[in-house]
């Protein structure tokens, strides 16, 4: 339950520590005085957005801390996973800085502001969660029904299931466009590559064909020179070779007498050697540039088709069209597998939604079966709140379409008049038949639901008299069983507090504040009778406060 509530630099109030008790905790004060605020300081500790502009002194920062004793200790588990130490308490502490940046803490240990909204959930329902407009919502009637259903785990499973259905949803459709683009291209794609493939040699195979080209194009004109350079060199009758000869037989006989000219005689025989074998080399070049005119053809041909394919491709050497011709594969491979993956996606999109069919069919039917004793138990409620006509009924009607929150419609019906016929709570309850229909709902569910502290704001809204009286006991009986803070302006509610509140405002020389003290049983017998009569109250408003309190 809520121990303890420490507020410093929030709204008009500057430093103020407030104590709750168990059982019924009341709150009373004029309209303005700041008791909303003080909701809106705990909503922030609780994981509410938080703005600068709330801060009392806007160059320092806002702390709010509450403080929850006797926790229910399932909590443990979720707090060691984030590193948060254990202790008799949970302490929730938010700091709103200048700048708008905020802080969060459990127990002096930083955390994420989801994780202390997720905590806070277990610990205390604030009356935005269940204010009496909200009954009307259809997201709000799904809420209070599942909660009544204790379908918490099961929602949350189906919730997840869901966004993964949306997800594959969304991939299947993507992968189908992309299937679509991939169609269109694929022809044009193989297209160009089966170009590609034909005309690309093998590596260095292009200078090759362009040499070959070039011997054929050049082959008459080639032969003639190698023929001509071997006639001269061996076949002429003024060859070279004969004439070298001529000059080693001229040089044999008098070689003896010289070292060097021996030398000379065998270089000049060398040189003969050489060039035989030279003119050997160009004979069977000249044999091999024999004039070719369809190998010609068929050379030019495959280097025009490579050229072509550069130009077309804008690129300038074969390696770039391999290369081309390589990434045109890729989008083969890939138009491949994207067909695997488009099938793996329809499959598990298929998959995901027969479980999600599953889980939304028991889901609906734990919703129908517990609509009747939730209903059952709200109406005897409002007999007790003087509203013996009216009648409330939840109406869960599957049906085959799949949403967030299952494949039930989910609506809230009341009729507060015998005979009348069942209508949408919103188009049928009045502020005061609305209000009191709030506080039977919201107090069935929280008891099912086993919340260590409720919080109302002003619930009573359009109710007096008896119906107050009534309301006053209800919530005193719901306090028997955990903590209930309520805001209210209704003195016959006031009279049932355990723990009573008064928030007031005071004028400063330049400002207002807020402050909120605990009050004495005398001073709170002065409370409900101001409530009754005005200020100051009259000596029987007195005896009718002192009359409500002891009833």
């Known amino acids: ?33 700041g008791k909303s605020i003080m909701l809106g300081a705990l909503a922030l500790v609780l994981g509410a957005r938080a ?54 803490f459990i127990n002096d ?18 009356h935005q969660q269940f204010e009496s407009l909200e009954i009307q919502e259809s997201a709000m009637q799904f809420e209070i029904l599942d909660g009544f259903s204790e379908l918490g785990s099961r929602t949350h499973a189906y919730k997840a299931l869901y966004s993964k259905h949306q997800a594959l949803t969304a991939k299947v459709v993507r992968l189908e466009s992309d299937q679509a683009k991939a169609i269109q291209e694929k022809d044009y794609i193989e297209f160009q590559l089966n170009e590609l493939i034909t005309a690309l040699p093998e ?13 054929q194009d050049n082959a008459e004109q080639i032969q003639a020179s190698l023929f001509g350079g071997i006639n001269a060199i061996l076949e002429s009758d003024s060859s070279i070779i004969d004439a070298i000869r001529q000059i080693v037989v001229s040089l044999a006989d008098i070689a ?35 004039p070719n005119p369809a190998l010609k053809q068929e050379l030019e041909e495959k280097i025009d088709a490579v050229r072509r394919l550069m130009l077309k491709h804008n690129v300038r ?14 989008k083969l491979d890939n138009w491949v597998a994207l067909n695997s993956d488009l099938e793996k996606a329809i499959s598990e999109k298929e998959h995901t939604r027969t479980e999600l069919t599953k889980l939304a069919s028991k889901i609906s039917k734990i919703r129908s079966k517990n609509a009747i004793p939730f209903a059952k138990e709200a109406n005897e409620m409002l007999i007790d709140l003087e509203m013996k006509n009216a009648r409330f009924e939840i109406q869960v009607t599957a049906t085959k379409h799949l949403n967030a929150l299952g494949t039930d419609s989910v609506e809230f019906l009341f009729s507060s008049n015998l005979g009348s016929e069942l209508q949408p709570v919103g188009k049928v309850a009045s502020g005061g038949e609305l ?89 709170r017998v002065y409370e409900i009778a101001k409530m009754l009569s005005g200020d100051p109250p009259t000596e029987a408003a007195v005896m009718n406060a002192q009359e409500l309190i002891n009833t």
């Open 109 to 126: 240990t930083p955390v994420r502001l989801d994780f202390m909204r997720m905590i806070s959930s277990k610990l205390i329902d604030l």
């Open 256 to 290: 003896e007498s010289s070292k060097n000219l021996g030398t000379i005689v065998k270089r000049l025989e060398s040189v003969t050697y050489e060039l035989e074998d030279i003119s050997g080399e160009m004979s069977n070049i000249a044999s091999e540039v024999e």
């Open 435 to 523: 209000s009191r229909l709030s506080l039977c709902i919201k107090s069935v569910v929280c008891q099912k639901m086993k919340l260590p502290t409720m919080i109302f704001d002003e619930i009573d809204t359009g109710v007096s008299g008896q119906v107050a009286l009534k309301m006053g006991q209800l919530l005193k009986f719901l306090a028997t069983n955990q903590q209930v803070i309520m805001i209210t302006h209704s003195p016959q509610i006031a009279a049932h507090g355990n723990w009573h509140l008064r928030v007031s405002k005071r004028d400063l020389t330049e400002r207002s504040i807020a402050e909120i003290i605990l009050l004495k049983e005398s001073e």
């Open 51 to 104: 703005e600068s502009k709330i801060l009392f002194d806007s160059s320092k920062k806002a702390i709010v801390e509450a403080q929850f004793g006797d926790y229910p200790k399932a909590l443990d588990q979720l707090l060691v996973q984030q590193d948060v130490d254990i202790s008799d308490e949970v302490i929730m502490r938010r700091e709103i800085l200048p700048s708008g940046k905020s802080r969060a």
């Open 203 to 215: 590596e260095g195979q292009i200078e090759k064909w362009e040499e070959d080209y070039a011997l």
């Open 317 to 330: 050497s074969g390696e770039e069209l391999n290369v081309l011709a390589l990434g045109l594969q890729d």
């Open 1 to 33: 339950m809520l121990d303890r509530l420490y507020i410093k630099n929030y709204a008009i109030i500057d430093h103020q520590e407030i104590e709750f008790s168990e059982g019924l905790n009341i709150i009373t004060g004029e309209t303005g005085a």
